[in-house]
């Protein structure tokens, strides 16, 4: 007999709980191999961990994508696959050098360019180490089982070596290029931003109808009049009959620019004629959408030309003549104020905008023609061999290949209402831009000679693109580094030894089976690792992708520091323990939904570790010998019976679930379980029958297995202080899932040494008979407000199951607190004897008064939907509402009147 201490204090285990996995090494499934906990060729299961940034610590978000990839590895590391979990972290380029920026400023009041790029990005790399030491020290209090042997860092030198052997070859097929193209940027931070990097935030803004000179046939309107100083086109639709005859007519207007503008009319079928005035001012430089235009136009011989008024200083360029120098607002207010003088403006009005801003630098991005590095995700390029379903040598692009492996569902996305989202942010794709002007990050691979002062594309010879620098002296590396979801877009194949085709890692373990995040990174990375993989490997790099949503305060708002309803994850887990700040994250969070989160939630959830560990110490002290091999034992009675078959039902609901992604589902229902049907019914039975180890054992057993994915160090530290420190349950064997005819049914089940499936239903239902009128005599009791302690009569007349219920009755009255148990052939099915129980004389008198008073409120309601009038004028929900709480009064007058008749 072995028993628990009294109380589980999960600071007094969990530290070092994690230190014995770790050095126990069976975090590494060769590991698991070596050791015989898994076969050499079981299927794999592996999952790369999303890479933190290095910007700081981890916040609920991180943790619970933890906690749900974390049940996920322990699942199937217990289930015998080669189970992998790659651990790394994210440099995250512009986020860690803004951050290190805002840093050095504040305490030293230097910019970056004052410490200089070797000094700067020391200072950086000294950053990202102490936040990547505090948010590794975070992941292993979080219990996750990651296998540190093969952490990874997305500016390490394996990981750079695979960024620039994938630039080469995306260069050499052509599909990447260096262009001149309108951008998004960030005066702030000096650099391009990405489209997906942008945060659109709604402003109140002006809008302003205007006329270039009052012989200018069209009006225009436009939130940013400064920038119509490059104006170089009217763009209208050909089919409207009030600008057609304008068409390819040219205008002269001077409005201060440097030079007077030149503005043709031209006709685009993609302008809506209806939307303001019907035609749009064509901005090339400072619009994405009109250099679009200006491009078109010029292919098909028709040069409307280019001119850049706002410079990357965020100034008004020379080309913007009278206002060369001003800021955007003086720039603005100035033209304002020339139209209005010149009669030009038609009028204002106020709207609501939606502005692009910089997520990392916080200023409005502005749009810049600049010459950058970019993806062209709409290049046809032959693709090689692949296991994508394409002959080898057909051409393709990287857009259609996005598109074609989630249309042919070589990857699931869950919750499958995102592929929506997904295809339309494909649909929507434009070339990527890759390049920026920061110092932090991978350095794009291409070298110039001296005398190219790096040129424009376009030309032969002009510059060097390699895994390793030219020969030769005076090569100058391209001083842009990429964008940092260059490197995360290869992180499920760059961590597993590319670019090595013939890596035992990549060979093992790609493509690998789940990518676990958040919903709000579809775009950003997601999709990403799919263009990448898709064209590096011919391949998919994940098999599944499961979404979770955002982790919110209890009222359903964002938490952050300004809001105060930050819950650290540290602070939960010192407080309730990690096994509580797991269940809060994993329990009542579905795939693809926000979940809200507060401290009550969590300290309710340290309850039930309390309760397991309870439940777990009471089942010790009633097993003899505890063994960690008991096999299912022999059903003596009926209740043991009835638990095997549950036991079993909740076996295969728990693997069902998890194998499906229904990892709250599974949760509840073995909680459920655990608490109901285990704690509250069976253990108070094993008390009275006596005479349970063996399936103490085997149900305990099975209960810390089957909870060790959700709750793995309250459920390791049972199994270690029962078996010795030597038994580790996380590589013990999951609870067998019987298979019939080769398919796994997880509902039903088949046990050696029990009685036959086929009379499992009798028994449960022979069970509920006996649980059903246990929780009658109880409910009576409440009714008639009989203390808990005191044991009272009751007659029961239940009919033909009178045989059952004989068999049970010292259940029945164990449970129901009875003295005495008498079996009647005829009245209610339920009857107390309150002699001495209850004071007659004062509880009569209360019913009758009680019965009085609902009686008469029965009346009025059925009066009122008696009415007519009422039932067909008032609302349909109130007139149920009525009706509601009709069927309430005259449900509580029967219960009040079946108590009066057994009083007397």
Not at 478 to 486: G, H, R, V, Y
Not at 637 to 656: G, P, Q
Not at 844 to 859: G, H, N, S
Request: aromatic residues 10%.
């Amino acid at each position: 007999m072995k028993e628990l201490p009294k109380v589980y204090e999960p600071k007094n285990y969990e530290d070092e709980i994690y230190k014995k996995w770790e050095e126990s090494g069976l975090f590494n499934p060769d590991v698991c191999v070596e050791k015989g906990v898994t076969e050499p060729k079981a299927e794999h299961f592996s999952i790369v961990l999303p890479p933190p940034n290095v910007t700081g610590t981890l916040h609920m978000g991180h943790a619970a994508m933890l906690a749900i990839e974390d049940v996920m590895v322990r699942y199937h590391r217990m289930k015998g696959d080669r189970t992998l979990w790659v651990p790394g972290t994210d440099h995250a380029a512009i986020a860690t050098q803004a951050k290190v920026e805002k840093l050095v400023m504040e305490k030293e009041g230097k910019t970056k360019y004052d410490l200089g790029r070797p000094e700067f990005l020391k200072r950086v790399e000294q950053f990202a180490q102490e936040s990547h030491d505090t948010i590794v020290n975070q992941a292993r209090k979080m219990g996750a089982s990651l296998d540190w042997n093969r952490e990874a860092y997305t500016l390490d030198e394996k990981r750079n070596l695979a960024v620039r052997t994938v630039f080469k070859k995306m260069y050499d097929d052509g599909l990447i290029y260096r262009g001149y193209r309108v951008i998004n940027w960030s005066v702030k931070g000096q650099s391009t931003v990405s489209d997906d990097e942008m945060v659109h935030v709604e402003r109140p803004a002006k809008l302003y109808y205007f006329k270039y000179s009052k012989d200018f046939p069209i009006t225009i309107a436009t939130t940013r009049p400064e920038t119509k100083l490059g104006d170089t086109a009217v763009a209208v639709n050909p089919k409207d009959k009030r600008y057609k005859q304008y068409i390819g007519q040219e205008f002269t207007v001077d409005v201060g620019a440097a030079d007077p503008l030149k503005i043709k009319i031209i006709g685009v079928d993609s302008v809506e004629s209806e939307f303001g005035t019907g035609a749009l001012g064509v901005t090339p430089a400072h619009s994405a959408v009109d250099f679009e235009m200006y491009q078109k136009q010029k292919s098909a011989g028709n040069d409307i030309g280019i001119i850049q008024v706002l410079g990357e200083d965020g100034k008004m360029t020379s080309a913007a003549g009278n206002y060369a120098g001003m800021s955007v607002l003086e720039a603005r207010e100035k033209f304002v104020e020339y139209l209005k003088k010149n009669n030009l403006l038609e009028k204002e009005e106020d709207i609501v905008q939606n502005v692009g801003t910089s997520d990392r630098f916080g200023d409005v991005i502005e749009p810049l023609p600049k010459l950058q590095w970019f993806v062209g995700v709409e290049k046809p390029f032959k693709i090689g061999e692949n296991e994508l379903g394409i002959k080898k040598g057909t051409e393709v692009t990287l857009k259609e290949l996005m598109q074609k492996v989630v249309k042919k569902k070589q990857i699931e996305i869950i919750p499958d209402h995102f592929e929506k989202t997904y295809f339309h942010w494909i649909d929507n794709l434009r070339d990527w831009c890759i390049s920026r002007q920061i110092w932090y990050g991978h350095r794009i691979p291409v070298w110039y000679p001296p005398e190219a002062d790096q040129p424009g594309a376009g030309k032969k010879n002009e510059c060097f693109v390699g895994v390793n620098p030219p020969d030769g002296n005076g090569w100058q590396q391209d001083s842009d580094t990429l964008d940092t979801w260059f490197s995360s877009g290869l992180w499920t194949f760059s961590t597993l030894g590319y670019p090595d085709l013939d890596a035992k890692d990549l060979q093992a373990f790609h493509p690998t089976s789940v990518m676990e995040t958040g919903y709000d990174i579809l775009f950003f990375w997601v999709a990403r690792m799919i263009l990448m993989t898709t064209y590096v490997l011919g391949g998919v790099p994940f098999k599944t992708v499961y979404l979770h949503g955002l982790v919110r305060d209890e009222q359903g708002r964002k938490m952050s520091k300004s809001l105060g309803n930050v819950i650290n994850p540290l602070d939960m887990i010192a407080k309730y323990g990690t096994d509580a700040t797991r269940l809060s994250l994993l329990l009542g969070n579905t795939p693809g939904n926000d979940m809200k989160l507060s401290e009550e939630k969590i300290a309710g959830f340290r309850n039930f570790t309390n309760k397991l560990w309870n439940i777990s110490r009471f089942m010790l002290l009633n097993i003899e010998e505890p063994k960690a091999d008991i096999k299912e034992p022999k059903a003596k009675t009926l209740a043991d019976e009835w638990i095997l078959e549950k036991l079993n039902t909740i076996v295969n609901k728990t693997s069902e679930n998890i194998e499906k992604y229904n990892f709250s589902m599974a949760g509840e229902e073995l909680r459920d379980f655990t608490w109901g049907d285990l704690a509250d019914w069976y253990l108070e039975i094993a008390k009275v029958e006596g005479d349970k180890s063996e399936i103490l054992n085997y149900i305990l057993n099975s209960i810390l297995k089957l909870w060790h994915p959700y709750m793995p160090f309250v459920t390791e530290t049972i199994w270690q202080e029962v078996y010795g420190a030597d038994k580790m349950l996380m590589v013990e064997s999951w609870p067998s899932i019987v298979i019939l005819n080769g398919v796994k049914n997880p509902l039903t089940s088949k046990r050696e040494g029990s009685f036959a499936k086929a009379q499992d239903d009798k028994f449960a239902e022979g069970f509920e008979i006996i649980k059903n009128l246990i929780s009658g005599i109880r409910s009576l009791r409440a009714e008639f407000k009989i203390e808990p302690a005191k044991k009272i009569g009751a007659n029961i007349n239940v009919g033909k199951r009178k045989g059952l219920v004989k068999e049970n009755e010292e259940i029945v009255k164990a449970l129901a607190r009875l003295e005495k148990l008498e079996f009647v052939e005829s009245g209610a099915e339920i009857s107390l004897d309150l002699v001495g129980a209850v004071d007659i004389e004062k509880e009569k008198p209360r019913l009758e008064k009680e019965i009085a008073e609902i009686k008469k409120y029965v009346v009025g309601l059925e009066n009122k939907l008696s009415n007519k009038e009422f039932v067909d004028n008032a609302p349909k929900a109130v007139v149920e509402k009525e009706q509601d709480k009709l069927s309430e009064a005259k449900s509580k007058l029967e219960k009040l009147e079946e108590q009066l008749k057994n009083l007397v």
